[in-house]
């Protein structure tokens, strides 16, 4: 056996243990991860904070109920995000803290764990300049993503590092002015009729290049806002025959040539309201021409913009007359017109988030991911946009904004390819929910309460047990449970080869700066820990009682530093790499020091012995076999 072990890495030997657990029950007593975002006055308090689990249990007590029913089953989602403008992507790379933010956006266990990123090609309101990709006419022979190898294809393959989920909704702002009947990028203008088939060769060669850049594309729409003239800033106009001929004759064609046949290509792009009322133009499109376009349109996107609340409503519209066909949502903003912090997360969640989703929407996306304090940089457009991310290069620095926390707490326990389900959803001014099925088979349910002034009670009902929650006013929470990866387990005791004790969490507390002993084993919740893999061999080591990651205090390169719990940050002081030694024990090595965890004392020392991290010394006190716990 501890030969077999010592040729193993551990995250094989973690796989085959796992396979020889019993099944976990379906819902009794089965642990829910909680994240929660609180508001207080104008201002959020807490921040997508990991909270102590819940659990499923016998229902109890009167609370109104909200039921997760997965048998009524909704749409598939593909991602939430935001824009990567050439604003963003410039701040971002040319930022001090640029790890941080790109781990704060992209990464499932330490930030938000965003999934889809939407792409202008090109120019757009937000760019430190106006340009295409070929901006010399008369033919395609300069065409070149040159712009981008600077500081755009950088990010999106970092991005794509981080969480390889992600996928790319790219989108043309404008043709190059010499495609277009005004010879303007700006002041709108529409396509030359001579220039279809090279504009549709345009976005092939768009699609090769990032292609061979190591970023796939995942969809393309026709034209951002193609009913937008703005003479600021690089727009194109496009009507709906335009945009049906276009698709189906010139670039699904190209893009199939081409062997991209599983690019999507989606049509509109532009608000929910178009002039007086609800926007024609999607179904214009699908009907043009004996519907034409329907073999070579995926689906159709909206925006926010000029349009009264609750407009998301004409997604279903949509839905109702192309049931086959997708729909997205890919643009709104926040602004500084609105300081209100606490009202501004509310309302993202209520209009840019459930509502559509609620009304068939497989993504969700903000739009600018980053601006600097001035709003910028751009060329023309919007001139108090907020980013999700306020990022100051003059300083080093970067705030995260509140629209950052309303996406995040659907990106963080939604996974692509998941399906939204049934879930009791109480209204405005009361508990609202969403409810998801990851391809893991772990559940997502989001909770938002709207009353802004009272603190309201629930329960989850889901598979015949329940657990009980309360949420304060303007607050929402994201719920986790189940599932075959990621910090619900496997759940290991650490038992030290020395004591035969286990590591275990004092008090028990759920909080910050908690210390690490050794305690005689038992079953309980403080004593059981996932590994869950960061890279190059490393992994945070999750505790089941709090969510929370074994850290060595202020990342200190002592020995005898103390070991504590802390929220997960990312940090090299919270990764350790299991390394198996003999007899079936291991030892964990932390990333920042290359030092162990040790047991002070252990041989003379009974129960409350301190965690500490030491140089290996290849004594028992620094070894410990993983025990699965059911």
Same mark, same amino acid.
């Given at each position: 056996?501890?030969?077999?072990?010592?040729?193993?890495?551990?995250?094989?030997?973690?796989?085959?243990a796992?396979?020889?657990?019993?099944?976990?029950?379906?819902?009794?007593?089965?642990?829910?991860?909680?994240?929660?975002?609180?508001?207080?006055?104008?201002?959020?308090?807490? =921040?997508?904070?990991?909270?102590?689990?819940?659990?499923?249990?016998?229902?109890?007590?009167?609370?109104?109920?909200?039921?997760?029913?997965?048998?009524?089953?909704?749409?598939?989602?593909?991602?939430?995000?935001?824009?990567?403008?050439?604003?963003?992507?410039?701040?971002?790379?040319?930022?001090?803290?640029?790890t941080a933010?790109?781990?704060?956006?992209?990464?499932?266990?330490?930030?938000a764990?965003?999934?889809?990123?939407?792409?202008?090609?090109g120019?757009?309101?937000?760019?430190?300049?106006?340009?295409?990709?070929d901006?010399?006419?008369?033919?395609?022979?300069d065409?070149s993503?040159?712009?981008?190898?600077?500081?755009?294809l950088?990010?999106?393959?970092?991005?794509?590092?981080?969480?390889p989920?992600?996928?790319?909704?790219?989108?043309?702002?404008?043709a190059?002015?010499?495609?277009?009947?005004?010879?303007?990028?700006?002041?709108?203008?529409?396509?030359?009729?001579?220039?279809?088939?090279?504009?549709?060769?345009?976005?092939v060669?768009?699609?090769q290049?990032?292609?061979?850049?190591?970023?796939?594309?995942?969809?393309?729409?026709?034209?951002?806002?193609?009913?937008?003239?703005?003479?600021?800033?690089?727009?194109?106009?496009?009507e709906s025959?335009?945009?049906?001929?276009?698709?189906?004759q010139?670039?699904?064609?190209?893009?199939?040539?081409?062997?991209?046949?599983?690019?999507?290509?989606?049509?509109?792009?532009h608000?929910?309201?178009?002039?007086?009322?609800?926007?024609?133009?999607?179904?214009?499109?699908?009907?043009?021409?004996?519907?034409?376009?329907?073999?070579?349109?995926?689906?159709?996107?909206?925006?926010?913009?000029?349009?009264?609340?609750?407009?998301?409503?004409?997604?279903?519209?949509?839905?109702?007359?192309?049931?086959?066909?997708?729909?997205?949502?890919?643009?709104?903003?926040?602004?500084?017109?609105?300081?209100?912090?606490?009202?501004?997360?509310?309302?993202?969640?209520?209009?840019?988030?459930?509502?559509?989703?609620?009304?068939?929407?497989?993504?969700?996306?903000?739009?600018?991911?980053?601006?600097?304090?001035?709003?910028?940089?751009?060329?023309?457009?919007?001139?108090?946009?907020? #980013?999700?991310?306020?990022?100051?290069?003059?300083?080093?620095?970067?705030?995260?904004?509140e629209?950052?926390?309303?996406?995040?707490?659907?990106?963080?326990?939604?996974?692509?390819?998941a399906?939204?389900?049934?879930?009791?959803?109480?209204?405005n001014?009361?508990?609202?929910?969403?409810?998801?099925?990851?391809?893991? #088979?772990?559940?997502?349910?989001?909770?938002?309460?709207s009353?802004?002034?009272?603190?309201?009670?629930?329960?989850?009902?889901?598979?015949?047990q329940?657990?009980?929650?309360?949420?304060?006013?303007?607050?929402?929470?994201?719920?986790?449970?189940?599932?075959?990866?990621?910090?619900? #387990?496997?759940?290991?005791?650490?038992?030290?080869?020395?004591?035969?004790?286990?590591?275990d969490?004092?008090?028990?507390?759920?909080?910050? #700066?908690?210390?690490?002993?050794?305690?005689?084993?038992?079953?309980?919740?403080?004593?059981?820990?996932?590994?869950?893999?960061?890279?190059?061999?490393?992994?945070?080591?999750?505790?089941?009682?709090?969510?929370?990651?074994?850290?060595?205090?202020?990342a200190?390169?002592?020995?005898?530093?103390?070991v504590?719990?802390?929220?997960?940050?990312?940090?090299?002081?919270?990764?350790? =790499?299991p390394?198996?030694?003999?007899?079936?024990?291991?030892?964990?090595?932390?990333?920042?020091s290359?030092?162990?965890?040790?047991?002070?004392?252990?041989w003379?020392?009974?129960?409350?012995?301190?965690?500490?991290q030491?140089?290996?010394?290849?004594?028992?006190?620094?070894?410990?076999?993983?025990?699965?716990?059911?």
């Amino acid at each position: 056996m501890s030969s077999w072990l010592s040729r193993v890495p551990l995250q094989g030997l973690l796989l085959a243990a796992s396979t020889l657990l019993p099944p976990v029950a379906s819902a009794a007593n089965e642990t829910v991860r909680v994240w929660l975002t609180t508001t207080s006055g104008s201002a959020l308090a807490k =921040k997508l904070n990991a909270e102590a689990n819940k659990a499923f249990g016998p229902e109890t007590g009167s609370a109104t109920a909200i039921d997760v029913n997965e048998g009524v089953t909704y749409q598939t989602l593909d991602g939430f995000g935001g824009a990567l403008t050439d604003s963003s992507a410039w701040l971002i790379f040319n930022s001090p803290q640029r790890t941080a933010i790109m781990n704060d956006l992209f990464s499932v266990s330490a930030g938000a764990g965003q999934s889809a990123i939407r792409l202008p090609m090109g120019a757009s309101d937000f760019s430190r300049n106006n340009y295409t990709y070929d901006d010399t006419c008369c033919d395609l022979n300069d065409f070149s993503v040159g712009h981008d190898t600077a500081y755009i294809l950088p990010l999106l393959k970092q991005a794509r590092a981080i969480n390889p989920e992600v996928k790319v909704f790219a989108v043309p702002w404008s043709a190059p002015a010499w495609m277009k009947f005004n010879n303007s990028l700006t002041g709108g203008g529409y396509l030359r009729n001579d220039l279809y088939g090279t504009y549709a060769n345009y976005f092939v060669r768009f699609v090769q290049a990032y292609q061979a850049n190591g970023v796939p594309i995942h969809a393309l729409s026709l034209q951002n806002e193609p009913h937008n003239a703005n003479g600021g800033y690089a727009t194109m106009q496009m009507e709906s025959n335009d945009q049906s001929v276009f698709a189906a004759q010139y670039l699904r064609p190209a893009l199939n040539a081409a062997g991209f046949n599983g690019v999507k290509v989606l049509a509109w792009d532009h608000n929910w309201h178009d002039g007086s009322g609800p926007a024609g133009y999607p179904h214009e499109v699908m009907a043009y021409n004996g519907g034409q376009a329907q073999n070579a349109v995926a689906g159709v996107a909206y925006h926010c913009y000029e349009s009264p609340e609750g407009s998301y409503s004409v997604q279903s519209a949509f839905h109702d007359a192309y049931p086959a066909k997708e729909v997205h949502f890919t643009e709104c903003t926040g602004g500084f017109w609105a300081t209100n912090a606490a009202a501004n997360l509310e309302w993202a969640l209520q209009n840019n988030l459930f509502g559509p989703l609620r009304h068939w929407s497989r993504t969700s996306f903000y739009w600018n991911l980053a601006l600097d304090p001035n709003h910028g940089p751009r060329v023309g457009g919007c001139a108090d946009c907020r #980013g999700m991310f306020t990022v100051d290069n003059a300083n080093g620095t970067y705030t995260r904004n509140e629209e950052y926390y309303a996406w995040a707490h659907l990106a963080k326990v939604v996974r692509p390819g998941a399906v939204r389900v049934g879930a009791t959803s109480l209204g405005n001014n009361n508990v609202e929910t969403l409810a998801f099925r990851n391809p893991d #088979g772990s559940r997502a349910l989001i909770a938002l309460n709207s009353n802004d002034g009272a603190t309201l009670s629930f329960k989850v009902r889901w598979n015949g047990q329940a657990f009980e929650y309360t949420l304060p006013p303007r607050s929402v929470a994201s719920f986790q449970w189940g599932g075959t990866s990621g910090p619900q #387990g496997p759940w290991y005791r650490l038992v030290n080869k020395a004591t035969g004790k286990c590591v275990d969490i004092v008090g028990p507390s759920a909080a910050d #700066g908690t210390g690490l002993h050794q305690w005689a084993c038992h079953t309980g919740a403080s004593q059981q820990w996932s590994l869950v893999a960061t890279d190059s061999g490393y992994s945070r080591l999750v505790s089941r009682h709090s969510g929370k990651a074994v850290d060595v205090a202020d990342a200190s390169q002592a020995d005898g530093a103390r070991v504590q719990q802390w929220s997960w940050a990312g940090g090299a002081n919270q990764q350790f =790499k299991p390394v198996a030694t003999t007899g079936g024990y291991t030892r964990f090595e932390a990333r920042h020091s290359g030092k162990v965890l040790d047991v002070s004392n252990c041989w003379s020392s009974g129960d409350g012995a301190a965690v500490q991290q030491w140089v290996w010394s290849n004594n028992d006190c620094q070894q410990f076999r993983l025990e699965a716990m059911p």
